[in-house]
């Protein structure tokens, strides 16, 4: 039998330079599945994404989703993309091993935790007070440079990934430190600067964009400090649920957040394309 993958759309382009097309999956041209292909928002049309690939039950566990995936690489070759991303809900079964399968490499996953109605408090010897402008700008600096960084080591070339860092801070700071919706906190202990906390307020959740205990503090708890300081902002802004993306390979973090309770909601794959 043959696996093919027909357009169901002519080729769409987005008013933000991204395209993509909707295709059927097709056994002998018998309709077996959807995929939905594209080009990133973030990262342009160099990187493809796989916004949705769906098999219909009767043809599951045939190999039809290899096959359709593989047909949405070489489109996506066909398009200039030198990648392709993936996200797969963490009780996808089929979908995570079809990631592993064809060498998709695991990038971030994406957390989140409810919240109940009180504040937890921090330990005594902690206080956390808001950054000042001459600390945000030392902080901006540093954080888009760690930022891009952090790209880069997975597979992110570097013009990419600076533009990236910088877009995403023009985007989400076009006031800076006065942002709407975004605060900004310095954590001391014992009067000592030990970490940085940067929270976003969205209608539903918060968000935890940056937290970061300073290099010659850590492994003393400040890491838990901080997102128990985050959890207490929300908690006072009235969000009822806070998430935060984290890198793979960073496992203290994942480590410390599968701690306080949060769960996974989103493993973030990504393949090279030769």
């Known amino acids: 039998m043959t696996t093919t993958l027909r357009p169901t759309e002519p080729?769409?382009?987005a008013a933000d330079g991204t395209r993509s097309r909707r295709y059927h999956v097709c056994?002998?041209?018998?309709?077996?599945?959807a995929i939905h292909l594209g080009t990133s928002r973030a990262f342009g049309g160099s990187v493809a994404v796989i916004h949705k690939l769906r098999i219909d039950e009767p043809d599951r566990r045939r190999g039809?989703?290899?096959?359709?995936?593989l047909a949405a690489e070489e489109i996506a070759r066909g398009w200039g993309c030198r990648q392709i991303e993936a996200s797969v809900a963490p009780d996808a079964e089929a979908g995570l091993r079809l990631a592993s399968a064809l060498g998709y490499v695991l990038r971030t996953r994406g957390m989140t935790k409810p919240l109940g109605d009180t504040p937890p408090t921090l330990p005594a010897d902690s206080r956390a007070r808001p950054m000042g402008p001459d600390e945000f700008g030392a902080w901006q600096a540093y954080e888009s440079e760690q930022?891009?960084?952090t790209w880069i080591e997975r597979g992110v070339p570097e013009t990419e990934a600076y533009a990236k860092a910088r877009s995403d801070h023009e985007t989400l700071l076009p006031r800076g430190l006065d942002t709407e919706n975004m605060l900004f906190s310095v954590l001391e202990h014992e009067g000592t600067r030990v970490g940085v906390?940067?929270?976003a307020l969205?209608?539903?959740?918060?968000?935890?964009?940056?937290v970061e205990a300073e290099a010659a503090h850590r492994g003393r708890g400040h890491g838990r400090t901080l997102m128990l300081l985050a959890e207490s902002q929300a908690i006072a802004a009235g969000r009822p649920l806070i998430g935060l993306n984290v890198f793979a390979g960073n496992?203290?973090?994942e480590r410390l957040y599968e701690s306080l309770g949060y769960e996974t909601t989103r493993y973030s794959f990504y393949k090279p394309l030769q």
């Open 64 to 69: 039809r989703g290899t096959v359709a995936a």
């Open 27 to 33: 056994v002998n041209g018998r309709r077996a599945g």
């Open 197 to 199: 906390l940067w929270l």
């Open 11 to 13: 080729l769409q382009r």
């Open 147 to 149: 930022y891009a960084r």
């Open 251 to 253: 496992t203290a973090a």
């Open 202 to 210: 969205s209608e539903d959740r918060a968000y935890v964009f940056d």
